[in-house]
């Protein structure tokens, strides 16, 4: 009896023999993008009030993080979540002490572990934090409000990095509504008062709103699920913003966001909670 015929083994596939020379793990790339942003910043206008109050709020954040993850997980977390929050903090406060820098990172990360609703926490950290310190402390407490000037690389690079990071995570989306929507409110504010169209719409030229839109109105945790549900809510958030400003409110980026983005997630809590599956499932329960 003749022996089977041994089968080649088939060669690897090329995209298995070519492992990529550099993959960045995701978690990695909004700190690396931020970093970026202060340095950019700092390097070009001093955006910063020191490396000191900047590092302060980075480590209290990370602490915060390590200490409350320990206590209602039982775990270290990652910290790539709280550096992103810390240096939120050290880049958009402004005040002459140090204690702001440390009780706002401070808030800002507990907020994620005591205003929770069906597991999920509602607002995006940093800006919890710096919206509470802005309203409870104004006396002690300002926001990043320096412009790139007429120099205008600094933004452009960071827009176009910006751009590549948000499209891999797939929310330029988000980001890309909410800009489309300040521009047109923008030329709205600036018919309806009479001001100078580049008045009104300079202020998203500023490194406070890279933050804004790269990072606190795209946070994966505090945005509503659905692809329209997210462009609807950042629509809403620079109509609001529209509003406030209309009425001279300063920080009317960062409360607009603080009362719609929770908002939605509780109506998005509230609709889950309605689904007939849901509903069966608590029947069953009582049962």
Not at 47 to 60: D, F, G, H, P, Q
Not at 90 to 101: C, D, E, F, K, M
Request: aromatic residues 12%; proline residues 7%.
């Amino acid at each position: 009896m003749s022996q089977p015929m041994s089968v080649p083994a088939m060669p690897p596939s090329a995209s298995a023999k070519r492992a990529p020379f550099f993959r960045l793990d995701n978690r990695y790339i909004a700190p690396t993008f931020i970093t970026c942003i202060l340095l950019a910043g700092h390097l070009s206008f001093g955006i910063l009030e020191s490396y000191k109050k900047t590092l302060l709020a980075i480590v209290v954040a990370i602490a915060a993080e390590m200490v409350l993850g320990q206590i209602f997980h039982h775990k270290w977390l990652h910290p790539a979540s709280a550096y992103i929050s810390g240096i939120s903090v050290g880049i958009l406060v402004r005040s002459p002490a140090y204690w702001p820098y440390a009780l706002c990172s401070l808030i800002s990360i507990m907020s994620k572990y005591v205003l929770r609703v069906k597991g999920r926490h509602l607002w995006n950290p940093s800006n919890f934090g710096i919206s509470v310190l802005l309203f409870l402390a104004p006396e002690a407490v300002a926001s990043l409000s320096i412009q790139w000037g007429n120099y205008l690389w600094p933004m452009l690079v960071i827009w176009l990095l910006g751009s590549v990071i948000i499209w891999r995570l797939r929310r330029f989306h988000i980001t890309a509504i909410y800009v489309v929507s300040f521009l047109a409110f923008a030329l709205l504010r600036s018919w309806i008062l009479g001001s100078p169209w580049q008045s009104e719409v300079a202020p998203i030229t500023g490194p406070m709103y890279q933050l804004f839109i790269f990072f606190m109105i795209t946070d994966p945790k505090t945005t509503v699920r659905s692809r329209k549900g997210q462009c609807l809510v950042v629509f809403l958030v620079a109509l609001l913003e529209m509003v406030m400003r209309l009425h001279q409110v300063v920080y009317a980026p960062f409360y607009a966001l603080f009362i719609v983005g929770p908002t939605a997630m509780l109506a998005e809590i509230w609709m889950d909670s309605r689904r007939p599956e849901n509903a069966a499932g608590k029947l069953t329960a009582v049962r």
